[in-house]
């Protein structure tokens, strides 16, 4: 084992416009770890999470992924985004194509696999996420749990060192939340890296390894669990799930 952290942030600001979303933020995942981000809305999550893949570009400070710093643009930043597997809100699937073509399309466009092995590996992605019966449908064809379980399987077709999930259930009807979670579940206990946004307490408290919570952009707890739920230490954070938990 490494002492490299698979997701290192150092000092990181990030404004848009006048609005200071990020206010430096350190923030180290090792590899193998669970980090569920809790906050408000209009806390800074969802950006954090984007800016680990250069979705959002930071204003000053180092992000790294693997010991690497984040390339600017170009092929370099390309690997780097293969390595990354990223699940959203929307699903963001390719309308036109079926779910094994989208979840076989990076690894033969960018990993340059033949399509044989991205089909063979296609399919037994499809089956851990449980949709292999929906291989040949379209994603309109699908409910929205099973779209995202089919992103979920596209993002891991690349053989990401991390996952990034940005509220992957939120968009979605309750009934199907719980599928897209057992399969995060699934994932985490296999020892993916993920960062995960949610407001799924109930999936913080069962996967995570670590809670960071933040508020106003910045970091203001980051605990196990157990602890963050039972006795938080600032008042933001009792504020929030005193909110949250008598729901």
Do not use: W
Not at 14 to 19: E, R, V
Not at 42 to 71: F, H, M, Q, Y
Not at 200 to 217: C, K, L, T, W, Y
């Amino acid at each position: 084992m490494t002492d490299t952290p698979m997701i290192r942030m150092a000092s990181v600001d990030k404004h848009f416009g006048d609005l200071h979303v990020l206010r430096d933020i350190n923030l180290e995942v090792a590899a193998g770890q669970v980090v569920v981000v809790l906050g408000p809305s209009g806390s800074g999550k969802s950006t954090l999470c984007r800016t680990i893949n250069r979705l959002e570009p930071i204003d000053s400070g180092t992000i790294e992924v693997d010991g690497k710093a984040l390339p600017a643009e170009g092929k370099a930043l390309a690997g780097l985004r293969a390595d990354v597997g990223m699940v959203f809100q929307s699903f963001n699937l390719f309308a036109h194509k079926t779910i094994l073509e989208n979840v076989t399309l990076g690894p033969v466009k960018v990993r340059r696999n033949s399509k044989g092995d991205a089909e063979k590996a296609g399919l037994a992605l499809l089956e851990r996420v449980g949709i292999t019966n929906q291989r040949d449908k379209y994603p309109a064809q699908l409910s929205g749990g099973q779209q995202q379980r089919a992103a979920i399987a596209r993002a891991l077709a690349m053989k990401p060192k991390v996952m990034l999930f940005d509220e992957p259930t939120s968009a979605l009807d309750p009934e199907m939340v719980q599928e897209v979670l057992d399969v995060m579940v699934t994932l985490a206990k296999e020892g993916m890296t993920m960062l995960v946004v949610t407001h799924e307490m109930g999936f913080a408290r069962r996967a995570a390894n670590r809670v960071v919570f933040m508020a106003d952009g910045e970091i203001v707890e980051d605990a196990v669990p157990e602890e963050f739920f039972t006795s938080p230490r600032t008042d933001r954070a009792k504020d929030f799930l005193g909110k949250i938990l008598t729901h």
